[in-house]
């Protein structure tokens, strides 16, 4: 069964830093963009960065300069490095991408999410 799994959440103080980490379990293919959402408390998820498969990255305009996202191909993961955090910057973190697989004799495009990360920002 191909899955995302996150790994990488905690607690940090203010100006702190973590890496969130992203990466897809079973026989994938090959994988599309993957982007990483964020959603707070009693809000709506939110895009906070994206990547494609050659690299090319997005930001939302409220992590430009404090969050780089990534992605390793070979291990198919991804990767977002949380830097300046701020206490607004508090929620579940979810990975989501598009992932190609061969199975039951047929190609398919998956459109998966992860189990979601918990980042809180705390003094």
């Known amino acids: 069964q191909v899955q995302l799994v996150e790994s990488g959440g905690g607690l940090v103080q203010p100006g702190g830093s973590l890496r969130l980490s992203c990466a897809a379990s079973?026989?994938?293919?090959?994988?599309?963009?993957m982007r990483w959402y964020r959603q707070a408390p009693g809000k709506q998820r939110d895009l906070v960065a994206g990547?494609?498969?050659?690299?090319?990255?997005n930001y939302a305009d409220s992590v430009k300069g404090r969050f780089t996202i990534s992605r390793d191909n070979t291990k198919n993961t991804m990767y977002l490095q949380l830097n300046s955090l701020k206490v607004e910057d508090t929620a579940v973190y979810y990975c989501?991408?598009?992932?190609?697989?061969?199975?039951?004799?047929?190609?398919?495009?998956?459109?998966?999410w992860g189990q979601g990360t918990l980042v809180t920002v705390s003094s």
């Open positions: 989501n991408a598009g992932v190609e697989i061969y199975d039951q004799h047929a190609y398919k495009y998956l459109e998966l």
């Open positions: 079973g026989s994938v293919l090959s994988i599309n963009d």
């Open positions: 990547i494609t498969s050659g690299g090319s990255t």
